[in-house]
């Protein structure tokens, strides 16, 4: 009987941390999230749904989230069409390629924090050499406030972030090309078939599951995105670029409205848990 119940004696400790860690704060955010716990009041007295009935009435709450959207809807195909484009140029034995594919991905393994405050020192108007190159090509200066002016600090954003998340969807495809059936690539190829209709009929289906994967992983991580923002633009200019993890940052660091950031937290969690289980659901119709 106890060799029968050993494993899960083994394995018991590690399931406890990982429950500890992971589901405490969980359960007690939950439950702050009832209470009206601020920098002046302690009030850890139950409100009810006050909070959550405060977030329907806050208009930058939906602004951060539409902007969140906005970054997520274009920086996303971008990286997957540009990962898709260097996969495809990558997926050739050519000279070198261990090496190319090497700096590539450096981006990647880049903290966004510095990836951020690098690209802003890049982007500066006085000394940034984005600003030099364009002033070159144009030939006359050309002072552009990427991080400041409207017009320019979203498209700083996504180059910025396209920048270092391209690589990951790379990799993911390259890996994913790899395993394409060769034998139907070269049956098409002995039939006369276009290379867009090799791409239709064969490519793109063997590979749709990495892209799914890819797409909700990246998708994600584009939601709760917040360092290279916070290194761009701090949410300026105002709160054009405030996102939803910044605004929880500034609702619960910078005002320490400490249960309303709770239920913040909890509403991004249930719009997560909708969106993923839709994907998940549309994936698994798809196959």
């Known amino acids: 009987m106890l060799e029968d119940r050993l494993p899960y004696l083994i394995v018991a400790p590690a399931i406890f941390i990982l429950l500890l860690v992971g589901l405490f704060p969980l359960i007690y955010s939950l439950i702050v999230s009832f209470q009206r716990i601020t920098m002046t009041d302690n009030d850890t007295s139950f409100v009810g749904l006050l909070n959550y009935a405060e977030l329907f009435r806050d208009a930058r709450l939906w602004a951060s989230l539409g902007h969140t959207a906005i970054i997520t809807v274009i920086a996303l195909p971008l990286e997957l069409l540009i990962g898709f484009l260097m996969a495809q140029l990558f997926i050739d034995r050519l000279p070198g390629r261990q090496l190319f594919v090497a700096l590539l991905v450096l981006p990647t393994v880049i903290s966004p924090i510095v990836a951020g405050a690098t690209w802003r020192l890049m982007f500066d ?163």
């Open 125 to 287: 108007v006085r000394f940034g050499p984005i600003g030099q190159i364009l002033s070159f090509l144009a030939g006359e200066p050309v002072r552009i406030l990427w991080t400041v002016n409207p017009a320019y600090v979203y498209p700083a954003i996504i180059i910025c972030e396209v920048w270092q998340w391209s690589p990951f969807m790379f990799l993911l495809l390259l890996a994913a090309l790899s395993n394409v059936d060769q034998s139907q690539l070269e049956a098409a190829e002995i039939d006369g078939a276009s290379y867009l209709r090799v791409l239709r009929a064969i490519i793109l289906p063997s590979i749709a599951p990495v892209i799914a994967v890819a797409c909700l992983i990246r998708g994600l991580d584009l939601v709760r995105i917040f360092d290279i923002i916070w290194a761009l633009t701090e949410g300026g200019p105002g709160s054009m670029t405030e996102t939803i993890s910044l605004y929880t940052y500034v609702q619960g660091f910078s005002q320490f409205e400490i249960s309303y950031t709770a239920a913040i937290s909890f509403l991004v969690i249930a719009l997560l848990t909708v969106i993923t289980t839709l994907v998940l659901k549309r994936m698994e119709l798809a196959r």
